[in-house]
């Protein structure tokens, strides 16, 4: 039988600390029987009875004692110097398969060009975001966001109509620029916060919490000079968006952080596709 293999020394570990264990329960439990059967005239009975039963005043058994302390002694030994961390290990030997995947695959990423970085998001897209975003990243009917709308006016108007929320920062409410003055404020950030249009309306209703040139303050709202460019769809994927349920914002659902599912270059290439969906 393989489990029985003793040239192993996981199966001979294993079979041995089983031998040891077993056997040990073995002989205190009959030791145990042994001594409830004699009794000892020397024993003192404790202050305690029920119903005229009183009980003895046994100290600990030395064979139980003893074997108590071996085991816990092996059990220091066993994760401490034996199996499993100094051992072979699947999980390590898959962390180090990745991690040298990972390595080789950064190197190789470092040399394609742009086409072939927008070509690697465009799979990462359809693999990851298309189920939730659509084949034609329009949302599939209100889904998930219309990425064809992304970093446009009209995506911006719809932010500043519904609200938003997620991103780790606080809830930005609905209406809080309407009108021509949100079209206006639309127009600036669409332009990479560039010109004269709609500048001081930014500066009077967004520059609080945006900051005065877009740059975004820590824990309270995202940087908006980066919006129309990848660096923004990174920090995306990286957050996630994880709307709050009680917020009286329009929620359309959550989406994972996927900073633990792909590597900053995935990411990159990933960032770089999106940002070319804007149809306008």
Not at 64 to 87: C, R
Not at 122 to 141: D, E, S, Y
Not at 271 to 278: F, G, N
Request: with cysteine; proline share 3%.
């Amino acid at each position: 039988m393989k489990w029985f293999n003793l040239s192993d020394n996981v199966n001979l570990l294993s079979i041995v600390g089983a031998t040891i264990i077993v056997l040990a329960v073995l002989i205190v439990s009959l030791n145990a029987f042994k001594q409830m059967k004699n009794k000892r005239e020397e024993s003192e009975l404790s202050e305690h009875s029920w119903d005229g039963i009183g009980e003895y005043k046994n100290p600990v058994p030395t064979g139980w004692a003893v074997m108590f302390v071996v085991l816990l002694v092996f059990a220091v030994w066993y994760f401490l110097a034996g199996y499993p961390l100094n051992k072979y290990s699947s999980i390590g030997e898959y962390n180090e398969e990745v991690a040298a995947h990972n390595a080789k695959y950064k190197e190789k990423y470092q040399t394609l060009d742009d086409e072939s970085k927008l070509n690697v998001g465009k799979n990462l897209f359809f693999l990851h975001c298309a189920p939730c975003h659509g084949v034609q990243a329009t949302g599939i009917n209100g889904k998930a966001q219309d990425l064809t709308k992304w970093s446009s006016v009209a995506g911006i108007l719809d932010v500043l109509a519904n609200g938003s929320t997620g991103l780790g920062f606080g809830e930005m409410p609905a209406g809080l620029v309407e009108g021509d003055d949100a079209k206006a404020v639309a127009t600036y950030v669409a332009n990479g916060m560039q010109g004269e249009v709609g500048k001081d309306i930014f500066a009077d209703n967004c520059a609080s919490c945006h900051g005065d040139n877009g740059e975004g303050t820590e824990g309270v709202a995202p940087a908006l000079n980066i919006y129309t460019k990848p660096d923004f769809i990174k920090m995306v994927l990286a957050s996630g968006k994880i709307a709050d349920s009680d917020a009286s914002v329009k929620v359309i659902g959550a989406m994972p952080s996927f900073k633990a599912m792909l590597s900053e270059e995935q990411i990159d290439a990933l960032s770089r596709y999106v940002s070319t969906l804007s149809k306008e």
